[in-house]
Nanobody, 126 residues
């Protein structure tokens, strides 16, 4: 069983930055790809970024390309989301999630993920 604990959310002005962290329990962290999803008010949960177990591949949606960067430190069992140039449309609850899969297409599908964090609120003011 993998437990995920998120931190780093908060309130920031447009153009600002935040770094989210997700700390994982367990002894098999490196065998999981890790993703970040978000859910804005009145919207469906949306894939944002993901990273493979050994960091050799990353994935993202076009709207955050060049602004958001995912990284991980397997020695610390932690994945990060660096968010720069934040805009009001980035306001959402952000979730960390873990998936064991051989198929890169599944990394973008929320219903394929095995474990989820509690979510952390990111609010961007205009």
């Amino acid at each position: 069983q993998v437990q995920l604990v998120e931190s780093g959310g908060g309130l920031v002005q447009a153009g600002g930055s935040l770094r989210l962290s997700c700390a994982a329990s367990g002894r098999t962290f490196s065998t999981y790809s890790m993703g970040w999803f978000r859910q804005a008010p009145g919207k469906e949960r949306e894939f944002v970024v993901a990273i493979s177990g050994n960091s050799d591949r990353t994935y993202s949606i076009d709207s955050v390309k060049g602004r958001f960067t995912i990284s991980r430190d397997n020695a610390k069992n932690t994945v990060y989301l660096q968010m720069n140039g934040l805009q009001p449309e980035d306001t959402a609850v952000y979730y960390c999630a873990a998936i064991r899969t051989l198929y890169s297409t599944e990394i973008r599908q929320s219903d394929k993920y095995n474990y989820w964090g509690q979510g952390t609120q990111v609010t961007v003011s205009s």
